[in-house]
Nanobody, 119 residues
Framework: QVQLVESGGGLVQPGGSLRLSCAAS????????MGWYRQAPGKQRDLVAD???????NYADSVKGRFTISKDNAENTVYLQMNSLKPEDTAVYYC?????????????WGQGTQVTISS
């Protein structure tokens, strides 16, 4: 079983920055994709950004140029640097990872971390 533990959420003013972290642990042989999704109240969970083992990255149009995803492969940790934050970025942010544990594929979600942008 693979566990994902997120940290770094909080309350910031518009225009501010936050950095989210997500560490994967457990039975992991390889990780294909790690990324971040977010869900605002009353809305569906949407992709924010993800990164693959090959190094490619993918961003939602709404965060391009403001958010940067990066990954420490040795530590199985993914980061999301969020700059120029807007009130519409307010949501619960969930970390996601999929890969192979040596016996079967896995996909796991973190418990979520609240990000609130408000003055």
């Amino acid at each position: 079983q693979v566990q994902l533990v997120e940290s770094g959420g909080g309350l910031v003013q518009p225009g501010g920055s936050l950095r989210l972290s997500c560490a994967a642990s457990g039975r992991i042989l390889s990780i294909n994709t790690m990324g971040w999704y977010r869900q605002a109240p009353g809305k569906q969970r949407d992709l924010v950004a993800d990164t693959t083992s090959g190094g490619s990255t993918n961003y939602a149009d709404s965060v391009k140029g403001r958010f940067t995803i990066s990954k420490d492969n040795a530590e199985n940790t993914v980061y999301l640097q969020m700059n120029s934050l807007k009130p519409e970025d307010t949501a619960v942010y969930y970390c996601y990872a999929d890969g192979f544990d040596g016996r079967a594929g896995f996909d796991s979600w973190g418990q979520g971390t609240q990000v609130t942008i408000s003055s």
